[in-house]
């Protein structure tokens, strides 16, 4: 087990940028046709190519112009996303001593930053393939896990990207990702909890508001120090 653990871990160390452009991806077919976990594996598998072709149909268009991307990203991902719910389980309980204006700040900035320092490559992987895993898909009342995998191709292994999802006023919204079995939300809250002690929230605040994207890459590569996460 621990063992399994710390390959997971470097292979996110190894490659942060192919693991999360990917797993955006993923979200980005999943989520854009409104998938709910209990709809019929035919149905997703519909959407998933309708979007596909819609992409492929903008392909040049979408390696050469960055902010292309990242207005379909936030026309097709951001609508379905718990952004709020998202950032209160990051911040954890520095989001209760947080102000309203704090609050809005960190998500509005945290969003930003990952789509500036990943949304963009996602124009490089439009020749990759989701499916989605229905045996190992569940959903209850209170929330959902929707089981997916790239397909790399080139002999390369697949990746394996959940999404957990919950109702926010009567639809399904996604609040986390799991690559490889590791949690986005574990591992930035782990991250940004120690920038807060060091230098406050608005430090944080202010580092994501200028763009600084090192803070989101080294997040990312701090994976291996972080274990299994949320994950495990």
Partial sequence: MARNLE??????LREPKRILPLALLALLLMVSAKVQANESSNL????????????RADETRAREDP????????????????????????????????????????????????????G?????HLDKEVRIIERRSRQDDR??????EVVMGSGQSN???????????GDWKVFDVEAEGLSFVGNFRTR??????????????????????????DT?????????????
């Fill in 159 to 169: 990746i394996q990207v959940n999404y957990r999802m919950r109702p926010v006023d």
């Fill in 44 to 55: 997703i598998q519909q959407s998933i190519d309708a979007v596909y072709e819609t992409l």
């Fill in 120 to 124: 963009v490559q996602l124009g490089e």
């Fill in 67 to 118: 902010e292309f991307v990242i207005g379909v990203i936030k026309d097709e991902i951001l609508p379905n996303v718990d952004a709020d719910g998202m950032a209160r389980l990051v911040l954890a309980r520095h989001w209760r001593d947080a102000s309203s204006e704090q609050r809005s700040r960190f998500t509005a900035a945290f969003t930003d930053a990952l789509l500036q320092a990943y």
């Fill in 7 to 12: 390959q997971k871990s470097m292979k996110w």
């Fill in 192 to 217: 940004f909890n120690e920038e807060i002690n060091r230098d406050g929230l608005d430090a944080l605040i202010a580092r994501l508001e200028d763009g600084d994207e090192a803070l989101i890459e």
């Fill in 143 to 148: 929330m959902a896990v929707v089981a997916t």
């Fill in 220 to 232: 990312v590569g701090d994976i291996e120090m972080n274990g299994g996460g949320e994950g495990s």
